[in-house]
């Protein structure tokens, strides 16, 4: 039994969920806003018409120590394929959807690009590279959102997707749920579990 424990909690998995448990504990207004965001969303899409895809601009912040986080170019594209692919249901192992959700499964109709301008409306190839004196990452610090801490401040997340990519201790990767502090929404993955 120990055993099983130590090996099930010493893998890297998705931290978002502990991430939203965490926001949820720490601040009382966060269930009423995702409540808010969830009727906005309802709303939209009772509303939409006709199908017409989504384009979302996406900028990815590298935040690196070393060479080895300082992931290269067609590495981010590779992820950008895969994103784009599954969110589109044009990936490979979508034949593979289990039959209790094969009804379920669609094109969202969401595509991801990356950013060609910067908030400032300055050109952009859609990543920035900040590096940093922080030997890595972890969950329930924000650091890897704020210059100042060792990461890069978020691009306006009303205008942007930004998936950070970075040393992460303990988990894979986490996504901020919609929250009541736009500085912080975003997703955030390890370098080595990325594209």
Known sequence: ??????????QKRCGSADKILYQLENNSKQHAFHMQIEEK?????????GSSIINIPVVFHVVYKNNSENISKAQILSQLTVLNEDFRR?????????SDFASLSADTEINFCLAQRTPSNDT???????ETSVNSFSLFDDRIFYDSLGGKNIWDSE???NIYICDLTSVLGFAAFPSSNPEIDGVVIDFENFG
């Open 1 to 10: 039994f120990l055993l099983s424990y130590t090996i099930a909690f010493g």
């Open 124 to 130: 952009t190839n859609g990543i920035t590279r900040t």
């Open 90 to 98: 044009q990936n490979i192992d979508q034949i593979n959807t289990p």
């Open 41 to 49: 969303i309802q709303k939209w899409s009772d509303n939409k018409k």
């Open 159 to 161: 205008l942007y997707l």
